[in-house]
């Protein structure tokens, strides 16, 4: 079965501080992992992917994502924050179903990311 | 590229009447198309996949008389809430992906936030 936690719900950083927002996943299968961001009321927008490459993977606006599978996690980082990085954050992972190539994503329950000036 | 467009943004519409919910890749073709709800303040929540020329896969718990899914070209995917009622309200998001893929990334639209007064 596949499984996302994201273990905080709620964080809050001062502008120019680090960003950490932690993520585990649990997979039957070699999983591909992707993070989203979602400003209020607007869709998804990729912020970066695992896919079995390189396991410190960069994405946009400044932000990295390390997998480490013995530790099952994910987690979500960049050194410096912004006022404008501030929205909903998702751990997405994603397998081959059993039997099946439909690429079903599973999401985890969010991570609001508040900026302080 | 890789852009998914919804349309509409918003609808408002009364109890009992129907609305289309219109979702197209503009730069490829997507074999693919997801449909997701997402309740305030909560993570999105699939209701059903369909693939281009052929019947949706509805998720537990969703009733395909309700919510129907018509994925007629590689291009379009149309949700129909049908006999709408209040509880029907939110915020509905559909992705694509393209086909074939050796990856299960998805591009997301920006959603329609369904209202039924």
């Known amino acids: 079965a596949q499984s996302v936690t994201q273990l905080d719900s709620h964080v809050s950083v001062s502008e120019g501080t680090p960003v950490l927002l932690r993520c585990n996943y649990s997979s039957s299968y070699s999983p591909s992992l992707f993070w989203y961001v979602q400003h209020p009321n607007k869709g998804l927008q990729l912020l970066l992917k695992y896919t079995s490459a390189a396991t410190l993977v960069k994405g946009i606006n400044g932000f990295e994502a390390e997998f480490k599978k013995s530790e099952t996690s994910f987690h979500l980082t960049k050194p410096s924050a912004h006022m404008s990085d501030a929205a909903e954050y998702f751990c997405v992972v994603s397998v081959s179903d059993r039997g099946s190539t439909l690429g079903r994503l599973y999401f985890g329950r969010g991570t609001q990311l508040t900026v302080w000036p | ?117």
């Open chain 2, 1 to 117: 590229g890789a852009v998914v467009s919804q349309h509409p943004s918003r609808v408002i519409c009364k109890s009992g009447t129907s609305v289309k919910i219109e979702c197209r890749s503009l730069d490829f073709q997507a074999t693919t198309m997801f449909w997701y709800r997402q309740f305030p303040k909560k993570s999105l929540m699939l209701m059903a996949t369909s693939n281009e020329g052929s019947k949706a896969t509805y998720e537990q718990g969703v009733e395909k008389d309700k919510f129907l899914i018509n994925h007629a070209s590689l291009t379009l995917s149309t949700l129909t809430v049908t006999s709408a009622h209040p509880e029907d309200s939110s915020f509905y998001i559909c992705s694509a992906r393209p086909g074939p893929t050796l990856t299960y990334e998805q591009y997301f639209g920006p959603g329609t936030r369904l209202t039924v007064t």
